[in-house]
């Protein structure tokens, strides 16, 4: 199977039609394998079940066509996913496409494809036609549009149309049938600041999206499971801040993952970043050659260096000096959501000393109210809403 990255003719029989395709005589396609050129991504973690809800619209959608077709289920033809910036939802969907075996895929960015045109604001939407024609005739084909939030409303462009581009998009869309097999994946921070036609969820007809994949704010078990793959190939060191058993890495990802309320997988990548250039900066301080005043002595000396063949041992980074410095710098993106959290305290009533009747009474006022309702009920006792 391979992929059609362009096809280009000077006769007028050669427009292509969903879902095939007439060329003229003096047609050429160019052909290259599916996915040629794209770049592999590595495995996305902290979202088990989004990665699982898309790759498995996309394998019924590829593999399971005829199961669709048994039980009048139309396949999804435009999937979106959406999330706050910077959580990944770019990577979301190029760690599952790049996964699939034998589908064409095709990357459109609306921010550089779609041009102002002379007399029209609504830009020159070609390239986006080429693309899904380019994607029917290499079926099954996946297309990916990029920078769908230039769309949105708080995008301001003065030379662009969005609405007419999304017109465009949603005829796109409405063309694509059952037996078609090319899926539209696309990601925006919220959908409620499309274009109308956009904002429409028709499973199976008209225009607008079939499917919706949420990204929420990760929590910190999350945060834990994307600070496990940004660390798969990170040396770290032993670190008396850092409580660990046999795991290092294990250890590190939760204790990042502690002290990062309210940070998504981007501003993860750049506190790793940001360690790992500390951790550089330090190696290097430390096996700097001191200056001797004799010329004849450092000459000597820089002679020796440039015979070194092999690149010095990576660092390894530690909690103290690298990530605890990291954090001061590496804020979170979205500062209004962090400072809160919801989580279930460690400790229990045996980790607590004394104060047995003060623990009794607690117990009392927090516990039964949610345990024993209906003896307050009986009762006629209102139950306490708040211990101070």
Known sequence: MFQVVSVTSNSSDSTPSAPYSRCGPDAMIELLPPGSGRPRQGSFGGYTDEVNDLNGLLETTFTHNMLYQQFSIQPARAILVTGPRGIGKSQLINSVVNALPSVS????SLLESIHPADNSSSGDVS??????QRALLTAPAIVIIEDL????EPFKSIDLDRNAIARQLADEIRLLTATSKVCVITSCESMARLPLSLRRINIGEG???DRIVSLTMPTRQQRE???LELLKNVPLAKDDNVAHNADLRHAYAHMISQNTVGYVARDLANLVSKATEHAAVRSSRRTAQPRIDDPAVNALAEGVATLQIQEPASPALNWTEDFARASKS?????????GLETKKPVGGWEQIGGYDAIKERLIKLARWPLERPEVFE???????????
């Open 105 to 108: 895929i095709f990357d459109f």
């Open 127 to 132: 390239a986006l036609k080429q693309t899904f």
């Open 149 to 152: 939030d230039v769309l949105s």
């Open 207 to 209: 225009d607008g999206f």
């Open 225 to 227: 499971d994307i600070a």
């Open 330 to 338: 590496i804020k979170p993106f979205h500062a209004d959501a962090g």
């Open 378 to 388: 009986r009762l006629g006792i209102q139950p306490p809403s708040g211990v101070l």
